[in-house]
């Protein structure tokens, strides 16, 4: 039997719950009144409000919450005047009962730590209710002789008659990892049931070859036969009962998009208020179920995103007449699914984003900028603002960044763009779901890594006459154009585990913000739907991996931070053109590449290493003299420009030094003056390139020539 102190603590949990959506429907309730251009739907909609207040109240009565009950006395004193008189509420009250929302779920979030409003929570607002109640008696020449409203008993919540009930988030969660866990034990049947078809096979092929032994092979052979259809129709059955569990569990989490709306349109009417413009919200989408731990999650980056609108986008009633606008300016949230990721748009149709503004924010002259798109970009960096000028809404350059790394944590990508009719749109790209992905197994080294396959466009190979600088960036040739790309091996720091190295390499083609991105890898393992474990608080900042996974044969892979990839893509830069090069053949000679940029460093280092080459790499100058020292080198390819040691003080040491006296230097830099050519010539060097000029077939023709 429950204990009474049990039964209290379910109740006010209940409570708990109930107030803090109570206090939800009361504002959507009020602003919807406020925006009902009819008297009738005010009326409705304010008898509607009345009954809900009625409840709270009886609730927060029930539970001796006093705070909250008077509160919803006061609110109902009002609401029963307006709709016993057929009144429609105006701004002075609906401004007062908005308070007094907010009030509310202000008890709402002191509940949900396990602390009890006091009975004079909310005072100050009860003492406005009472004036108004005072203000609207003197009126009418005393207080009236109300009529009962329709709402005298408390009515009875849907979700207690519909044949719902009440689940705990966490206990949701528990399910569908247990149902994850049984589609990944399917999986393990299924190898089961195609290991016992192979030793029947192979039982098969041995009676042939061994006679004396056939009637025990015959019988092995009809015991794995029989094991073999055992486990297929175990693994139908299974498979069956699995993926049912899996997707009720899935539907159960689920919830309209439009909860994760709610209270934007109060946030768009304040802000609106606070900076004397005019603004409304529209919502498409609102009714696609999405899972709820990523609308829960969601809602704080929608918040966001919806008071930059306001404060950055949209103009005063003023600018938007002389720009040939409405005066009311209008923020758009669209929610869609594709495949199985679902978008968000927030878009608005105020004066968009400032590029002159943006590019000063950033540190960088709007002359300079060739790729508006990743000016655009820049919005989402700490510290970078659209606004001049600090006030309490806006400037301060943080609200993006915290859109951004919420989205990543959810495993999405947040981008930015213009709209062509004036305004800006923000586009977050999400699963939908957080506990199970659909990945791609590839290796770095002794390492395996994750890819989520929504991510996934394709698989190619690269050869080392793909690889090219092009205009400001460091990009591999495919049959669709010029693309960037990152070596992971590289990027996490583990020694690559590929093959020969003159042979192509495989890479993985990701949609990434900006655009497709090539992942070069050193193999690929498959794909398979896996359960997504979060890495935990200490690992909460390591942004390269969004999740850690359990492979079937238990180890541990990480998911691959799709966003982060790109970032380090877009890094790969270097002032060169490009043009297509030609693979050339190449001894194995061992070559150092001495260069202060890791991904130049690494751009060189790849085409060497395609064209058959060993490579090894040093940041500057001292640094490739003391390699040179400890393990030599055939020949050596080094910029001028570098700390500690420059390029020509490289090769001239390597010139004085006895063992290396003889060895080759190519020195690739952004140096163009004829003075810089004949210094580094005079100090040694066997050819001097100009990274303006750099071509990769021209580079490998050169080097064959002076090794």
Known sequence: MTKPEEFDRELLQMFTQEVGERASDIEQALLAIEDASEAEEKLRLQEQL????????????LLQVRGVEAICHWMEEILSVTVNEQLGLEKPKLDLLLSAADAIRDAARLLETGETPSPAHGERVVDALKAAMGQGADHRGGKPKRRPPQTAQVPVRTGDTDGSMRVSADRLDTLLYRSGELLSFDALIRRHAEEASLLREQARKLRGVSPEFAEQVTSIESGLRQLATSLRQDMRLMHSAATALDHEVRQAR???????????????????????????????????EIDRSILSSLQDSLRHLVRNAVAHGIQSPEERRKAGKPEKGRVRITAAISGDRMQVRVADDGRGLDLALLSKAAGEHLKEVKDEAELLRRVFEPGVSTSDTVTNLSGRGIGLDIVKRNIETLRGTAEVSQVTTGGAAFTLTLPLTLATVRALEVSAGEHVFTIDTASVQRVIRIH??????????CVVNTLSGSIPFVDLANWLGVRPGRGDAGQAMTAVVVNAPGGPLAVL?????GEQELLARPLGARLAKVRRYSAGMALPDGRIALLLNVAALAEAAAEMRSPAGARVPRPLPAARRKVLVVDDSKYVRTLVKLILEGAGYDVATASNGKEALEQLLDRGADMVVADVDMPSMNGFELTEAIRQSERFTDTPVVLVTGRDTLEDKVRGLRAGANAYLRKDQFDAQHFLETMRRVV
């Open 50 to 61: 009345l009954r809900t207040v009625h409840s709270l109240k009886g609730a927060a009565g």
């Open 254 to 288: 689920t919830q309209p998009f439009a909860e994760a709306c709610k209270g934007l349109d109060r946030v768009v009417r304040d802000m609106a208020a606070a900076s004397g413009k005019l603004a409304e919200l529209e919502i498409k989408g609102g009714d696609i």
């Open 464 to 473: 080392a006459q793909d690889f090219a600088m092009s205009g400001n960036s």
């Open 521 to 525: 890898v050193d193999a690929i393992a």
